[in-house]
């Protein structure tokens, strides 16, 4: 393949986290964005709906009018759990936590800091969402404590 | 309104490893359920071939099983919904015997999960979820059922001791079941010793023996008319209701960790539709993946009320012998979970309840029994009802 066709595809969600398994979508403008330290969503700009993980088209509206917004401030944990096990491709993130945080008009899904030690999480408590990059030199985000 | 009924179930044993390709290990279900029905694959007008298609080399499983059982030139199709797609399966049956569309229609069950190591079977299975912005973090399912089970724990002060009674009273039962793949005593205390396989972390607070195997199986329903059933001569199960929902595939979407939205809609239908309370049910099968998922399940299904599953384990409730008897075939801890296999299984097992032809795992007497069937992490809920 030429270099000129390879840059016409534009996979750039290929970076997400320690394996993706998507490349090709139309909020990949949330990889770019994860590099300048900022995790969005969207927000259509018909009827005001928030998107967390984003999209780029609202079943609602029917309509792709969408623009970004960065999920600032704190969330609260709502659940988490720390892996002792992980499926294949992730063995060497281990041990690690996924979890979910409240924002309130959306939730975010992620990953607690995997050195967080476990008895000081506490359901309920404040939590931030933060822009990561792995030793693979993938991008995630993580929560850590606000 | 002419009624709708099984006259036919079957599965084959739950293993590990089974000797033989897909469409052999289909046949093992399929023949026992034809044998039930007492009758020839000529009677049979079309089927519904069910199984998650990632464990297989085979593109469209239908075609194939179809011909190896001997069922075409006859309509065949797949469906898929995950480990809920037999139930699912059932589903379209009855929409396709109840339109009069056709008059017996099989649902045939598999899966072959084996061939693959279950490092990758977690992560075919993680793959059940979002794979655009979940699975990149590393999920499996033990990892998001733990995060219910912390979410219930932190609530309700449900303990793993709780979970821990679960698989105790599933491998009660397990031992009894010929069919099951792990039938070896279980106690509480192999949960707190350190030593032992059981207690053994995978996922906080979820442990080895919180898990179902996964395994190799099939299993076939072969659903019928009452016109037809008649003919036949045959006395069905009548499915008395049906109860479907599916829920946001991302957590981040989610309005609850304590309980399954899809199993409380579901179950609300199907009571609904079969015009019956959750008093009523005598039997009831679970989807329990997970011990926790079962004590979930208590409550979904309304029989205990949010926060009081705990209690329903811990007072043996739904023992044989209880008020509710829950998976009394040892479940899908005991017997395994062939994800495609595993609905047509649970309600083989309510259908020979309802019977009376259920051996030593017999309840006293049922009249109504019930099938709670998810996929996924409560992605997709299937709840039926049959009755006698």
């Given at each position: 393949m030429s270099e000129k066709k390879k840059k016409e595809i534009d996979d750039r969600f290929n970076k997400f986290g320690t394996k993706s398994y998507t490349s090709v979508t139309k909020v990949n403008d949330f990889i770019t964005y994860l590099e300048e330290g900022k995790v969005m969503g969207t927000r259509c700009l018909d009827c005001g709906l928030m998107f967390f993980p984003p999209r780029a088209q609202c079943y609602k509206c029917l309509t792709s009018n969408v623009e970004w917004f960065e999920v600032v401030g704190t969330g609260k944990l709502i659940t988490y759990s720390k892996l002792k096990y992980a499926p294949t491709g992730f063995e060497d993130d281990l041990p690690y936590y996924i979890a979910v945080l409240n924002y309130g008009d959306y939730k975010v899904f992620g990953r607690i800091a995997g050195d967080f030690p476990e008895a000081e999480l506490e359901l309920g408590m404040a939590m931030k969402t933060v822009a990561n990059t792995l030793p693979n030199r993938q991008l995630n985000y993580l929560f850590e404590k606000a | 309104m002419s009624k709708v009924g099984i006259i036919g179930v079957g599965q084959s044993r739950f293993v590990r490893g089974y000797p033989g390709s897909i469409r052999e290990l289909a046949f093992e279900g399929f023949k026992e359920a034809m044998q039930d029905a007492q009758i020839t694959v000529t009677d049979i007008d079309a089927s519904i071939i069910c199984s998650a298609p990632e464990y297989d080399k085979q593109r469209s499983p239908s075609g194939v099983l179809a011909e190896y059982l001997g069922l075409i030139p006859q309509p065949t199709f797949y469906l898929e919904s995950l480990c809920s797609s037999t139930s699912m399966g059932l589903r379209m049956a009855y929409s396709m015997v109840k339109s009069g569309l056709h008059d017996i229609v099989a649902v045939v069950g598999f899966q072959k999960m084996s061939e693959i190591s279950s490092a990758e079977s977690q992560e075919r299975m993680g793959r059940g979820a979002d794979i655009q912005w979940e699975s990149p973090f590393g999920t499996m399912m033990p990892a998001y059922y733990a995060m219910f089970a912390q979410a219930h724990m932190e609530k309700y002060g449900t303990t793993p001791e709780d979970l821990a009674f679960v698989r105790v009273k599933s491998a009660t039962y397990g031992q009894l079941n010929d069919k099951a793949l792990y039938r070896k005593p279980v106690g509480a205390e192999m949960f707190t010793d350190p030593e032992h396989f059981m207690s053994g972390p995978v996922s906080s607070p979820l442990r080895v023996g919180d898990c179902c195997a996964n395994a190799d199986g099939s299993s076939c329903l072969v659903v019928a008319s009452e016109e037809k059933a008649k003919a036949l001569g045959q006395k069905p199960v009548w499915i008395l209701g049906l109860g479907a929902a599916s829920a946001s595939?991302?957590?981040?979407?989610?309005?609850?960790?304590?309980?399954?939205a899809v199993a409380q809609q579901a179950s609300e239908q199907a009571y609904k539709m079969a015009g019956?309370?959750?008093?009523?049910?005598d039997v009831a099968e679970v989807?329990?993946?997970?011990?926790i998922s079962e004590i979930l399940a208590y409550e979904d299904l309304g029989f205990a009320e949010p926060g009081e599953g705990k209690e329903l384990i811990r007072s043996k409730k739904t023992y044989k012998e209880g008020s509710i008897p829950v998976n009394?075939?040892?479940?899908l801890l005991s017997k395994g979970h062939p994800i495609g296999a595993t609905g047509g299984s649970q309600i083989r097992t309510i259908v020979q309840e309802l019977r009376g032809e259920a051996g030593e795992m017999q309840v006293k007497d049922p009249e109504i029994g019930l099938v709670h069937n998810i996929g996924g992490v409560g992605l997709y809920g299937v709840v039926t009802i049959l009755g006698r």
């Open positions: - | 595939v991302n957590m981040s979407g989610r309005d609850q960790f304590t309980g399954l019956v309370t959750p008093k009523d049910i989807h329990d993946c997970f011990t009394v075939d040892g479940g």
